[in-house]
């Protein structure tokens, strides 16, 4: 059964710190990974996608990687503001006709001004 | 830019009784979903909608839940006779799909229908 650990469960940094939240997964047979943000008691936005195939994909001060075989990926966050406070998931997508997904607990970051 | 809405935000039920939760999915998806998250645990699937019909369970998708998309636009999550556990924010999310993409699997999410049960 796919397992979705995220690592550390928070982290606080001041401003203008770089930053890396972890994602591991049990069974590397996934489709794609996908980062969301979550604000307080709203919605999920999704961040990036990185397909099986892909090892990182990039948006703006975002990187996130993914190392299928080892089952991990990262998201990377240059010079944190205090705007990118919120909780981070992960989630990995089992098949490509398998649309469960399963979720990481998430990563709630805190940047300090 | 385009958005996944759902309705209510917020809804007080008492145990036993069916509650609705509505859904309008970004106009030009094809695969639609809800997932569920209690308070302090993991999002969580349900259910995935495409063509009209259930693609996709999970083992929380019992015969208390059902799903509807009664025409072009709605898509609705039915709960025949609420529990207690089943307090929860309830997401509905729709993608593109139709392509092997990022762009086609890229999953765009409501902000969430807050279910409380009493």
């Known amino acids: 059964k796919q397992e979705v650990t995220q690592i550390p469960a928070a982290l606080s940094v001041p401003e203008g710190e770089n930053l890396v939240l972890n994602c591991s997964f049990t069974?590397?047979?996934?489709?794609?990974l996908q980062w969301f943000r979550q604000d307080p008691g709203k919605g999920l936005t999704s961040l990036l996608l990185i397909q099986s195939s892909q090892r990182e994909q990039t948006s703006g001060r975002l990187n996130a990687s993914l190392d299928k075989s080892s089952g991990r990926s990262t998201l990377y966050i240059a010079a944190s503001q205090p705007g990118d406070s919120a909780t981070y998931l992960c989630?990995?997508?089992?098949?490509?006709?398998?649309?469960?997904?399963?979720f990481g607990a998430g990563t709630r970051l805190t940047v300090k001004p | 830019e385009p958005e996944v809405t759902q309705t209510p935000s917020h809804q007080v039920t008492q145990m036993g009784q069916e509650v609705i939760l509505r859904c309008v999915p970004i106009s030009n998806h094809l695969y639609f979903y809800w997932y569920r998250q209690i308070l302090g645990q993991k999002v969580e699937f349900l259910v995935s909608?495409?063509?009209?019909?259930?693609?996709?369970k999970s083992e929380i998708f019992d015969d208390q839940f059902s799903v509807e998309r009664p025409d072009g636009s709605n898509f609705t999550l039915k709960i025949r006779s609420t529990k207690l556990e089943d307090s929860a924010m309830y997401f509905c999310?729709?993608?593109?799909?139709?392509?092997?993409?990022?762009?086609?699997?890229?999953?765009?999410f409501g902000e969430g229908s807050w279910l409380t049960v009493v």
């Open positions: 989630a990995v997508q089992l098949g490509d006709d398998n649309n469960d997904m399963r």
């Open positions: 069974d590397s047979a996934i489709y794609n």
């Open positions: 909608f495409y063509n009209n019909e259930i693609s996709e």
């Open positions: 999310a729709s993608t593109p799909g139709g392509a092997r993409t990022v762009s086609g699997n890229t999953i765009y």
